[in-house]
């Protein structure tokens, strides 16, 4: 071999002698594939060809409910949907005389600077929550969402439901906080009954309120649609004998009794749900905008029927609410709604149920 000979080409003859045919076949196979792949990532782009690298979006959230263990009891929280909530025209305040003035005129940007501290700016998403509490017994649904009544951001309430393993058929009883249209509607989505085999139960004071004509017409004109929602929710039930107005008390059924909290409506109720020692509120209308309510109660709702009696009730339930520690079940805090009530300095605040993934376990 001439000394002149490339010392490479000689190595790797050598090499190849002693490579066994099955070595140099795969060797073969490895360089072909090499070269058809970065022939076709060449190629594609320049054919225009679509690229599957990526998954198409799913644009949507999966089914909205959450549980947790409450003594004995099981509570399901479900939610209807969310809707963008009207912040600046549906925030109010009372004046020293005690009119009612938009927040925004009483401390102009106060509001929307509440919300940046908690990320959040107009238009915000507002909850619709309902709790399905199963004692064991019975098959209890506290409030029902907007059902129809809100057009296509809510309604989903029954697929939420359905998702959680339960029929419309089930459920016993349905305990309504109050007679605004998104807590009502779902009980009777496009006037229909989705709980053929349930009894409704409001308080007597909401019920005599929102079927009156009387009070139809001497109702504020935001108020007005109320009325007609209410009516044509609770007809089918009515006209069935499944409508059970109550006067406080005494529980409705063991471990649940209604607490009178008038103000948001005449006759707004709290039902208080005690097992084995714990105990959880589900308070209703208390906070529609959390970030802004909970450091400054005093800012009511031009929904509230007595903006006085409703900032009263507020104060008086997240004092007491932080002082004790039990859970509260909130209809428009974001979902599941489930949490404790804090406070420092003078302040209070709103702690989040802690999530749990595994299985729920009652006493």
């Known amino acids: 071999m001439s000394s002149s000979t490339n010392p490479t080409i000689v190595s790797d003859f050598a090499a190849a002698r002693f490579r066994s045919p099955g070595q140099q076949a795969f060797n073969l196979a490895v360089s072909t594939a090499k070269k058809l792949a970065l022939a076709c990532c060449l190629l594609v782009p320049a054919l225009g060809l679509p690229a599957h690298a990526a998954a198409p979006k799913a644009a949507t959230q ?22 963008p909530f009207p912040v600046h025209t549906v925030l109010t305040e009372l004046s020293t005389d005690g009119k009612i003035i938009p927040a925004d005129q009483v401390s102009p940007g106060a509001v929307d600077a509440r919300l940046a501290e908690s990320k959040l700016s107009v238009p915000v998403a507002g909850s619709i929550n309902a709790f399905l509490v199963n004692t064991g017994a019975k098959l209890i649904l506290i409030d029902s969402g907007a059902g129809s009544l809100y057009g296509e951001c809510c309604g989903h309430l029954l697929e939420n439901l359905k998702a959680a393993g339960y029929q419309p058929e089930q459920v016993d009883d349905i305990y309504l906080t109050h007679l605004h ?40 004109s935001l108020l007005k649609s109320m009325f007609d929602g209410d009516r044509a929710s609770l007809k089918p039930y009515s006209d069935a004998g499944k409508l059970k107005p109550f006067d406080y008390g005494s529980p409705l059924s063991p471990g649940i009794t209604p607490l009178a909290a008038p103000g948001h409506t005449p006759g707004h109720s709290f039902y208080s749900v005690e097992s084995e020692g714990e105990k959880l509120l589900v308070w209703g209308d208390v906070v529609h905008v959390a970030p802004v309510q909970f450091p400054d109660p005093h800012v009511t709702v031009a929904y509230d029927s007595d903006a006085k009696n409703a900032e009263s009730a507020r104060e008086a339930v997240f004092s007491d609410a932080a002082q004790k520690g039990y859970w509260i079940a909130a209809a428009h805090i974001s979902f599941p709604g489930l949490g404790h009530v804090g406070s420092k300095d003078g302040h209070f605040y709103w702690i989040p149920a802690n999530y749990e993934a595994g299985p729920v376990v009652t006493k």
């Open 62 to 83: 999966g089914p909205a409910f959450y549980r947790m263990a409450l003594g004995k009891f099981e509570v399901t929280a479900l939610s209807d949907g969310t809707h």
């Open 181 to 220: 249209a998104d807590h009502v509607g779902g009980i009777a989505p496009n006037g229909k009954m989705a709980f053929p085999n349930a009894v409704i139960h409001v308080s007597k004071v909401d019920a005599d309120y929102w079927l009156s004509e009387k009070n139809e017409k001497e109702a504020p």
